[in-house]
Nanobody
């Protein structure tokens, strides 16, 4: 059973920074990619960023390019999301997603990010 544990969420002021982490554990076949999605209550979950495990190709939502940076540590099976110059509209629950080479997909439990003064 694969487990994804997110951490790093919390309250941050507009213009500030926050770093989210997601550590994968359990029976993991080869990881294809890990990434982040976010969801506001009443709205659909939306893509934030993704990174492939081999080759480290990175993909971002167009609206977030330049403010958010995704990175990964293969040895720790961990993916990070560096959030800079945050805005109130970045407030959401952020979910970690792992996609295995088998095409199996796993989700974390989510971590709340609130941007407010």
């Amino acid at each position: 059973q694969v487990q994804l544990v997110e951490s790093g969420g919390g309250l941050v002021q507009p213009g500030g920074s926050l770093r989210l982490s997601c550590a994968a554990s359990g029976l993991i076949s080869s990881i294809y990619s890990m990434g982040w999605y976010r969801q506001v209550a009443g709205k659909e979950r939306e893509f934030v960023a993704d990174v492939t495990w081999s080759g480290s190709k990175k993909f971002y939502a167009d609206s977030l390019k330049g403010r958010f940076t995704i990175s990964r540590d293969n040895a720790k099976n961990t993916v990070y999301l560096e959030m800079n110059s945050v805005k109130p509209e970045d407030t959401a629950v952020y979910y970690c997603k792992l996609r295995a080479l088998s095409l199996a997909t796993y989700w974390g439990q989510g971590t709340q990010v609130t941007v407010s003064s």
